[in-house]
Nanobody, 114 residues
Framework: HVQLVESGGGLVQPGGSLGLSCVAS????????MGWFRQAPGKEREGVAR???????DYADSVKGRFTLSKDNTKNTLYLQMNSLKPEDTAMYYC?????????WGLGTQVTVS
């Protein structure tokens, strides 16, 4: 079972930037797909960015050009750099990992743009 711990959320003004991190543990293979989701109050959880199994990096249309997904395999860490933040980016952000046919979730980190 993969364990995920997110950090880096907080309060930022519109137009500002934040960087999120997700440290993963509990797996022994590089064959893991990871990404970020978010859920705003009263809304469904939605995908934000992910490294797909095909090797591509996928972004939600709403964040393209503003958010950048990256990873450091030596540190088992996934990053999400968020620039030009908007109030509508306010949500709980969750790290997710698909490994061995199962999806694991972190507890989330709150991002508030106001």
């Amino acid at each position: 079972h993969v364990q995920l711990v997110e950090s880096g959320g907080g309060l930022v003004q519109p137009g500002g930037s934040l960087g999120l991190s997700c440290v993963a543990s509990g797996y022994t293979s590089r064959r893991i797909c990871m990404g970020w989701f978010r859920q705003a109050p009263g809304k469904e959880r939605e995908g934000v960015a992910r490294f797909a199994s095909s090797g591509t990096t996928d972004y939600a249309d709403s964040v393209k050009g503003r958010f950048t997904l990256s990873k450091d395999n030596t540190k088992n860490t996934l990053y999400l750099q968020m620039n030009s933040l908007k109030p509508e980016d306010t949500a709980m952000y969750y790290c997710a990992a698909d490994f061995s046919g199962a999806r694991s979730w972190g507890l989330g980190t709150q991002v508030t743009v106001s």
